[in-house]
């Protein structure tokens, strides 16, 4: 019989939140047995991580309620002493965080913190654990790995960074891996190449994996069976393969629905201006960009982060523009908009030259090219209410009186989704997809004719990311907007775009119209992007990862 490495039975974790109490995960109960996988999937608040988290008693401590049993190896979290929980983390089981950058000391070298760990949990001399932390670097596909060891954490790109925390998390040896949205902030490629890495080590230790996603194709790709979550409760469980092709419940059917895919053809709800475009050529060019060039100097080097691109935008159209992280899609987003000045090339807005204008020369322009972040949170002052930051564009038009200004922030917010009686809460007080819709708010308020959106989309979950796509594709057939959608995931760029370029560093490699790019890619690295999409069907993903190990080495390990 094999062993339930995981036993959970009524879980219940309650957070106090001022005087009143929230109940984040409600009778959860399930079981994991050694060498399979299960994936917690639902949007974001809807429980997983906090059940995470309960595996390893991470809330004890904390102020939060906990009742149910949890049962990990054997040992009952609830009741274990100081001394058990220790052994319990990194010995028996060990987490992997969606952020490194938080979970690794910046000041301390990457192979002294594995071999830290390593030290805690063993007998180890200091030079057997440097000797540990060394091969499971290796394991984990860090290339020449006894120097990297010596390295910190923010001379590792992202993916490199994640695959440290893995070694960490291996090197005692653990039987259970639990993954919290380990892939979320990591480019297509790198990302598949986390998953397959985390296959292989399922697959040779024997350990079990406990992974926790929002993207339902990330699961796909990893697990044995699926359990779906929506406000702390499990709303349908089963094996991977069942739940994904006939689910059950209507919840999962409106979560598969909303997520996007590179192999059907774009859904019609965030069709932006497609069915409303001329024929190519007809609508002329709105923007358009020459040769466009940025360097950038560090120390006494310089590097090139777009190199001779050129494009157009169309009004009422979408450009997609999509590129693993370096690939220079955001810098070329910024010079599309003048925040940054190009370094060479042109730049054509309506025919006429503002590559070379001064900001003063700009100004007339400026409103009508507009920009929406990839992190609201960073782009909104946390100590100004989100309504004070939509006025903001208004004020410095200098056209409309307070009255008027205020009248036409409430209008906005009220168009994007948004209760307009919210005028004075704070940025903290809303979701991320609430977040970024205010973004867009203060992105319309000067009534702009191109706006470039960076990864609008990147840290929602599925159904949120919906929305916000749709609502984009809404306030474009209305209002007439040109679109540059930069993303690295290809399944939205699809569903969003009419023509997509393809950036690899500084260049575009190819370019065309959605069916062109997706249907019949030219270019080696567009077709590799492609290969390491998630798929929903779980033997199409292990088709995938097959043939990923076939594929010409074309993009880094990262």
Known sequence: MTEQLVQVQDLTVDFSAGEETVRAVDGLSFTLAAGRAIGLVGESGS????????????????????????????????????????????????????????????????????????????????????????????????????????????????????????????????????????????????????????????????????????????AAESVDEILVMRNGREVERGPVGDVLGTPKETYTRTLLAAVPRVDTPMAPVVRGARSVNAPDGAAGVLLEAVDLRREFRRGRETVTAVDGVSLTVRPGETLGIVGESGSGKTTLGRMLVRLLDPSAGRLRYQGAEIGTLSEKELRPHRRELQMIFQDPVSSLNPRRSIGESVADPLRAAGVLDETRIVSRVRDLLERVGLDPDRYDRYPHEFSGGQRQRVGIARALAAEPRLIVCDEPVSALDVTTQAQVTALLAELQRELGLALVFIAHDLAVVRQVSDRVAVMRNGRIVEQGTVEQVYGAPADPYTKQLLAAVPALDPELAAARRSARGTLPETVSVA
């Open 47 to 218: 429980g997983k991580s906090t059940v995470a988290g309960a595996l390893l008693g991470l809330h004890r401590g904390t102020g939060a309620e906990v009742g149910g049993t949890v049962r990990v190896g054997g040992t009952d979290v609830a009741t274990a002493s100081e001394r058990d929980l220790r052994a319990l983390r990194g010995g028996v089981a060990a987490m992997v965080f969606q952020d490194p950058l938080s979970a690794l000391d910046p000041y301390y070298a990457v192979g002294d913190q594995i071999a830290e760990v390593y030290r805690v949990h063993t007998d180890a001399t200091r030079r057997a654990a440097r000797v540990r932390a060394v091969e499971v670097l290796d394991r984990v596909g860090i290339p020449d790995a006894a120097r990297r060891a010596k390295a910190r954490p923010h001379e590792f790109s992202g993916g490199m960074r994640q695959r440290a925390l893995i070694a960490m998390a291996l090197a005692c040896e653990p039987r259970l891996l639990i993954a919290d949205e380990p892939t979320t902030a990591l480019d297509v490629t790198v990302q598949a190449q986390i998953l397959d890495l985390l296959h292989d080590l399922r697959r040779e230790t024997g350990m079990g994996l406990l992974l926790v996603t929002h993207d339902v194709g990330v």
